[in-house]
């Protein structure tokens, strides 16, 4: 079992940055590839970035792509991503979740919602104009 919490979300304008975090708990974190989503209003949830469980292997939509830093720490239980270049496109509720078993390999990595099995409760994150 793994419970996340993801912090860092706020009011920005287009072109600044947030960083977010998600804070996992738990003895097993290091096994799980992880991933970022995002759900703005009156949208589905959508894939933004992953992470493999070593943190060797990245991968990203491409509406974030070059824009975004999807990173990880394993000694702190902790998996963030770094927005950079914000759009007002960008607002959105977001989300850390945790892949679902079978994990794969150590570059194993996740592009899809059915691909995970734990998710943080979301963090707001708006860009104005």
């Known amino acids: 079992q793994v419970q996340l919490v993801e912090s860092g979300g706020g009011l920005v304008q287009a072109g600044d940055s947030l960083r977010l975090s998600c804070a996992a708990s738990g003895r097993t974190f290091s096994r799980y590839a992880m991933g970022w989503f995002r759900q703005a209003p009156g949208k589905e949830r959508e894939f933004v970035a992953a992470i493999s469980r070593t943190g060797a292997v990245t991968f990203y939509a491409n509406s974030v792509n070059g824009r975004f830093t999807i990173s990880r720490d394993n000694a702190k239980n902790t998996v963030d991503l770094q927005m950079n270049s914000l759009k007002p496109e960008d607002t959105a509720v977001y989300y850390c979740?945790?892949?679902?078993?079978?994990?794969?390999?150590?570059?194993?990595?996740?592009?899809?919602?059915?691909?995970?099995?734990?998710w943080g409760q979301g963090t707001q994150v708006t860009v104005s104009s």
């Open positions: 979740a945790t892949v679902q078993p079978p994990y794969g390999g150590p570059n194993y990595i996740g592009a899809r919602t059915g691909d995970y099995e734990y």
